[in-house]
């Protein structure tokens, strides 16, 4: 058995300090990716573009911390701290950094302004990624086992990210906001900087020295006992996997359990969490057990990863059965996917620092070794989200997706039972057991995912509440009821309704434009949704052009289904354009419009804040005509409008909307109601002036009353009663992100 710790005091300072390294590293993280996803946009290609530079970046720097774990100027403590005190002081300066960016590459083309935003995203992580090989290099060197060093070190960097990040959703971003988080964040940076160095120093003072230099290892470590070649392969597969099924285990919690920002961070704790758990086990494992056994283990490790990755979904499915749907804004339904994440990411925790221990030579460059191994899993990891998040996710379904991986798990596991095997008639009982055992859950569990969301939203009132139609793509899913109700990553997102006078979607409010507008036409609309919103402003009697900016195309898919929307695709006035609402409005900035208009989903969704913050609002006020009017569903929120109060001079809440404008807002029933019996859809008037019932109707919606306590919903507030009533609420800003965290 190989020799354990030599002594358990000076690697319990560095796993200290490795756990508080992972906290700053999560909270830029979180934080940069929704700063740059305000900058360049949230759809498909800028979400890849972030992620994917955030991977390569850890990448590169891992490369570049083996290669100095070896240097004979500084040790490796020291080029950690260094590492630290950098990363701290970039940290800084980070938001500001990347908004000048974003002014810089404004008037450039898509291409380049990709190209930057990737390149400037790839040198933010370089020194992060760098961190792991330097200290796996200096543990190694004290304890001769790389399974312990690898498994103890991940294990308290996982440990201190999976706490930024509940401690994040619970509390950091509700009350910091983003700057001051990373404010926060660059302080322990600099803290662990000087802590890694008093400990350097300390060390070197010490007249009980054990660190030695590898080539002071004996010559009786055990060689290699895995290819360095599969191991490579075990590693990126690992980081394909794990990342794969990150991007389908957030799916799934954001349609059981609410699209909360608070959600993704919880999510990603869990899965921290999970990998913590995993690396703690080897930790433990490798210092009790000979290496021999532990290419055996690994091969059972990878072929459980694949098996209860893929059952998680349905477990999921079966486990929300027994709860309410009215239970989604509590913490019950979500508690159990993170619970069952957090089991599933355990297994992909043990398997990097087990391939690492049996494919690592401790007597070799442990570090730069380890390295590779960490860039293949990172590689692995960034191709996960590109072929999975940006490819297959538009081809193949959430199940056929998990097929993919869990065979390519066994195949990888299989592989390593290969060689472990001695003599090769080992290889019958465990094939003889494994491979029923996978086809028998892909079996199984067909059922269960193909009624996966059904059950993941209705919860105990499935079957009797369930899906007609299930439309899954990059941008996410989409549900339809027969009752034609759509629910956009589980949440509810209108209905196929263009019916004015037995109104069940609220669309009175597109039918109000020229309440507030005395000639809208040209006009912009930023969000597509079940197409009832466009398809009554593209057949406004005065609309001469609409132009339609969607960021899930899944929604084309379902309109032509539904008769009285679908001509709407066909119609000559309309264009429709797939992107971010907030990137194209900046990437297209001469652009301007008699009026915007935005059916914006609820304030306390995932990104919401994005089209409601005062930043957002001037981005739109460049792009309207000198008495142009934006008008935008607030969902209810009394803060999205003191927002937009503080904004533009003019405002009006109509219902649950409001329009706001540089010029002064008149609310004209008069013209409304004229432009109202002038409508036609489908080739038939939305109101039958021949019918007394519905002019009896028309005069009601004319006569919707005046509210200034804003308590009635079916009411209008004029300016002066909204800044009278709304002085003291909260300011939406990019930086605070509104509700989303509250």
């Known amino acids: 058995m190989e020799q354990g710790r030599r002594s358990g005091r000076p690697i319990t300072w560095i796993h200290l300090l490795f756990f508080c390294s992972g906290f700053p590293a999560l909270i830029y993280q979180i934080v940069w990716q929704r700063a740059l996803f305000a900058i360049y946009g949230l759809n498909v290609e800028s979400v890849t573009i972030v992620v994917s530079g955030f991977m390569l970046g850890l990448g590169l720097g891992s490369l570049v911390g083996g290669r100095l774990s070896n240097s004979r100027w500084l040790a490796p403590v020291k080029l950690f701290a260094l590492a630290e005190l950098f990363t701290g002081i970039f940290g800084i300066v980070s938001l500001k950094l990347f908004h000048r960016i974003a002014e810089f590459t404004g008037g450039t083309s898509p291409l380049e302004t990709r190209l930057i935003g990737f390149l400037v995203i790839v040198l933010s992580t370089l020194l992060m990624g760098a961190t792991l090989p330097l200290l796996v290099e200096y543990s190694v060197r004290s304890s001769q086992n790389v399974g312990s060093s690898v498994g103890g070190l991940y294990y308290a960097n996982c440990l201190g990210s999976g706490f930024a990040c509940f401690l994040a959703s619970g509390w950091l971003m509700r009350y910091m906001g983003q700057s001051d988080s990373v404010r926060l964040a660059a302080a322990v940076n600099v803290l662990v900087a000087v802590g890694a160095l008093v400990y350097d120093l300390r060390r070197r003072q010490s007249k009980n020295d054990d660190f030695c230099r590898a080539s002071e290892v004996t010559e009786g470590n055990p060689r290699s006992l895995l290819p360095y070649s599969l191991a490579l392969g075990c590693a990126a597969f690992s980081g394909f996997a794990a990342l794969s099924y990150e991007i389908i285990w957030y799916r799934l919690l954001a349609f059981g359990s609410g ?54 979904g349905p477990l999921s499915a079966l486990a929300l059965k027994f709860t309410s749907p009215d239970s989604v804004g509590s913490r019950w339904p979500g508690s159990i996917i993170l619970l069952l994440v957090c089991a599933g990411a355990s297994f992909f925790g043990a398997t990097f620092p087990l391939v690492a221990h049996v494919s690592v ?109 299930v439309v899954e793509t990059r941008s996410g899913t989409i549900g339809v009821t027969p009752g034609g109700v759509l629910f956009g990553g589980g949440v509810y997102d209108g209905r196929f309704s263009v019916d004015l006078l037995h109104d069940v979607n609220i669309i009175l409010r597109p039918y109000a434009l020229s309440a507030f507008h005395p000639a809208p036409r040209r006009v912009l609309m930023i969000g597509l949704g079940s197409g009832s919103w466009a398809q009554v ?94 008008f935008y569903n607030t969902t209810g929120s009394d803060d999205a409008i003191a927002t937009a109060l503080t904004v533009y001079p003019y405002a009006l809440r109509f219902v649950n909307s409001v329009a706001v404008s540089d010029s002064p807002l008149v609310f004209d029933r008069v013209r409304w109601r004229a432009v109202l019996l002038n409508y036609v859809i489908n080739g038939k008037h939305v109101i039958d002036a021949s019918d007394p019932k519905q002019m009896q109707k028309l005069d009601e919606i004319i006569g919707i009353p005046e509210d200034p306590t804003g308590r009635t919903l079916n009411s209008v507030e004029n300016n002066n009663q909204l800044r009278t009533r709304l002085q003291k609420r909260l300011i939406i800003t990019d930086d605070n992100m509104g509700l989303e965290w509250r």
């Open 259 to 312: 699209d909360t920002a608070a959600a993704f961070a919880s999510l990603l704790g869990a899965y921290l969490f999970g990998l913590a758990l995993g690396s703690r086990s080897v930790d433990r494992y490798s210092q009790n057990h000979d290496r021999e056994s532990a290419v055996r283990r690994l091969s059972a490790v990878i072929f459980a990863s694949a098996m209860f990755a893929f059952a998680v």
């Open 537 to 630: 402003v593209a057949n406004h009697p005065e609309v001469e052009s609409l132009t339609v900016v969607e960021i899930n195309p899944g929604y084309l898919k379902l309109i032509p289904e539904y008769p009285t929307i679908r001509t709407v695709l066909h119609n000559p006035k309309v264009h429709i354009v797939i992107d971010d609402g907030r990137r194209w409005l900046l990437w297209n900035p001469r652009i301007k419009f008699d009026a915007i208009i935005m059916n914006t989903t609820f304030y306390w969704r995932n990104h919401a804040s994005s089209l409601l913050s005062v930043e957002f609002l001037q981005v739109v006020r460049e792009h309207l005509e000198p008495d142009g009017v934006l």
């Open 361 to 469: 030579n401790p007597a070799a460059r442990a570090g730069a070794l380890l390295s590779y191994l960490y860039a293949a899993n990172i590689v692995g990891s960034t191709l996960g989200t590109l072929v999975v998040g940006y490819v297959l996710m538009d081809y193949l379904s959430v199940y056929q997706i998990s097929i993919l991986l869990l065979l390519g798990g066994a195949f990888f596991a299989a592989a390593v039972f290969v060689i472990s095997a001695r003599p090769l008639v080992r290889l019958r009982p465990g094939i003889a057991l494994a491979v029923p055992a996978m086809f028998l859950i892909i079996v199984v569990a067909r059922p269960l995912f193909g009624t996966l969301y059904d059950r993941l939203l209705f919860k105990n009132k499935y079957p009797a509440s369930h899906f007609q139609e």
